[in-house]
């Protein structure tokens, strides 16, 4: 069944119509006919089971017969990302909406090859944030992961400190992975994960996250890709602290 996104606020028993770019693809490219039922999502992330009742260019309708459960974790989750390499943050926003990350920030390190282009990144940001959106039609997520703009390091330590745990997966760190994290802070409901670049974090990089009071832990004997971590540790905080498994 097909997902799409609601004009304004539903509520079941009500009528709703589809966005104008979510009207386009039911009707011109999915052809979907009057009476199909379809998930539609409004602007606060709800989730209703739905019948179209209009289908024309014009435009869309459809009646919001079932609210649905919410199915947000029960933990916050944000990616603090080494800006990477060509199009691996596309990917990397595409499986955190999967796991339920709640924000995905682009950081821009010590080692990073790539470069945030301040002209275009935007527009960058706005191409990831619609890959997040279908991401989310795609696994029923009534809410896409937010795609922040690239920041400098500076810049994040407010909000880096303002989390519940800040957790540092780094090559380097020995001796604590995930799971004695979730022993020591089993009721962290906020929860950060700073993932290197393709170089990793530099040691002063890893000193000053310390010092806000992150967790350093390991993710394994083997060391991971930049986007591989940040999959990885996503999925393992939210099978500890979240709704995985």
């Not at 009742?53 to 944000?78: F, I, K, Q, S, Y």
């Not at 690239?150 to 330590?157: K, Y």
């Not at 997966?169 to 020591?184: D, I, M, V």
Request: glycine residues 10%; neutral net charge.
């Amino acid at each position: 069944m097909n997902s799409f996104y609601i004009e304004g606020r539903g509520a079941a028993g009500a009528a709703a119509r589809l966005l104008p770019e979510e009207a386009k693809h039911a009707s011109q490219v999915l052809r979907l006919r009057l009476g199909e039922e379809i998930f539609a999502v409004d602007e606060a992330g709800a989730r209703f089971l739905a019948v179209l009742t209009e289908v024309d260019r014009g435009g869309c309708a459809c009646a919001l017969r079932e609210a649905l459960p919410d199915n947000e974790p029960p933990v916050r989750v944000t990616v603090y990302q080494g800006l990477p390499k060509a199009d691996k943050l596309e990917m990397i926003a595409q499986k955190l909406t999967e796991l339920g990350a709640a924000r995905l920030v682009p950081v821009k390190m010590e080692r990073c090859v790539a470069r945030a282009d301040e002209r275009d990144g935007e527009r960058k940001r706005e191409r990831l944030q619609k890959i997040a959106r279908e991401a989310a039609k795609q696994c029923k997520r009534g809410r896409a992961l937010e795609v922040a703009p690239p920041r400098a390091w500076g810049q994040l330590e407010a909000e880096m400190k303002g989390h519940d745990l800040l957790l540092v997966p780094w090559e380097e760190a020995s001796g604590r992975g995930l799971r004695a994290a979730r022993k020591e802070f089993p009721a962290a409901r906020d929860i950060g994960i700073v993932i290197g670049p393709e170089g990793g974090m530099s040691a002063t990089e890893v000193d000053a996250l310390t010092a806000l009071g992150a967790i350093p832990v390991t993710l394994g004997p083997r060391i991971l890709r930049t986007e591989t971590a940040a999959i990885t540790a996503c999925a393992l905080t939210m099978l500890l602290w979240g709704d995985l498994g």
